[in-house]
């Protein structure tokens, strides 16, 4: 075969195949997700009121002399071995309970809310154990959703599920589903303000029949001034300056605002863990949710 001809078809075989990779790549960027990933899953955290066993934890690991803190692909060392029948294989999720570091009242009812819905566990990763001792393991990291310390709880790992997201067009003024209502009360990391793929914990949960898979409706009332942490009286119907109404409105006069929805990751007994899968502006603590 001459030597043109065959610099033509190689030519003309790397050309095709860059466009196949690309239109595959295109399309895999395109694809809409159909329910959380196993981070947005297994980084979500949880509040509960029912404690957590801390028997086991994290001891140091290596390179310890030097190192405060493990990521992927660490070894880390437990406290727990063979003794305790820990195995090579296992899998173990570690915790940590966290507090807010800054806990400036957000909105009226925010410290209640927080204390009967408990603790707060952040998740911090998972673990794989590659060998054991007779009292103490080493374990791989696997998974990081935060730095790993001495002292961060390991429980066995319980695969948690992946709901599916619901097919239903987002509706912006949907009327009250007359469904249980709670509220926002903060979110991952005591953030007071959350967008689309956040997460953020609401005061409703197991015990009062909510599960995983389920959505809650977040809206706000206008002119309200207990929900959030400031806001100038009157300002739903008149401000001195830019106009009034002739008749005085109250926030219970006035359409709610609908502001997104998201999917229910995780439950506590009176918690649930929602990522927020749509979001038309900032969602901050103290704005209201319902189960759609």
């Known amino acids: 075969m001459p030597e043109k001809m065959s610099y033509r078809i190689l030519s003309l075989g790397l050309k095709v195949g ?26 979500s955290g949880v509040a509960t009121d029912q404690g957590i066993p801390k028997d086991t934890y994290v001891i140091s690991g290596e390179n310890s002399r030097y190192k405060n803190t493990f990521h992927p ?19 173990f999720e570690v915790l940590r ?16 809310l927080g204390k009967a819905m408990g603790t707060l566990y952040a998740d911090v990763g998972l673990l794989r154990i590659v060998h054991v001792q007779p009292k103490t393991a080493t374990a791989e990291i ?10 961060d709880i390991v429980r066995p790992f319980v695969a948690h599920p992946a709901p599916p997201y619901h097919d239903v067009k987002f509706d912006p003024f949907a009327p009250p589903s007359g469904k249980k209502t709670a509220m926002v009360v903060f979110g991952k990391n005591y953030t007071q303000a959350s967008g689309a793929n956040k997460v953020v914990y609401v005061n409703l949960g197991s015990a009062q029949g909510v599960q995983v898979g389920d959505y809650f409706r977040v809206f706000r009332y206008q002119g309200a001034r207990s929900e959030s942490l400031y806001q100038v009286a009157n300002t739903a119907y008149k401000v ?15 359409p709610r605002q609908v502001l997104g929805e ?7 007994p009176n918690s649930s863990t929602v990522l927020l899968t749509t979001a038309r502006e900032e969602i901050f603590s103290g704005d209201y949710v319902e189960l759609e």
């Not at 070894?75 to 727990?80: E, K």
């Not at 998201?262 to 506590?268: D, E, P, Q, S, W």
Request: proline share 5%.
């Open 18 to 43: 860059l466009s196949i990779s690309l239109c595959v790549g295109a399309a895999a960027a395109q694809r809409v997700p159909t329910a959380p990933t196993d981070s947005d899953v297994n980084c």
């Open 73 to 91: 692909g660490d070894y880390v060392y437990l406290n727990h071995g063979e003794s305790e029948g820990v195995k090579i294989g296992d899998e």
């Open 97 to 112: 309970p966290v507090h807010d570091i800054m806990p400036n009242r957000w909105f009226k009812w925010q410290a209640q």
């Open 142 to 151: 696997t998974l990081a959703c935060d730095m790993m310390q001495r002292g």
């Open 240 to 254: 001195y300056g830019f106009g009034s109404t002739p008749v005085k409105y109250q926030w219970d006069d006035l």
């Open 262 to 268: 998201g999917i229910v990751l995780r439950t506590g």
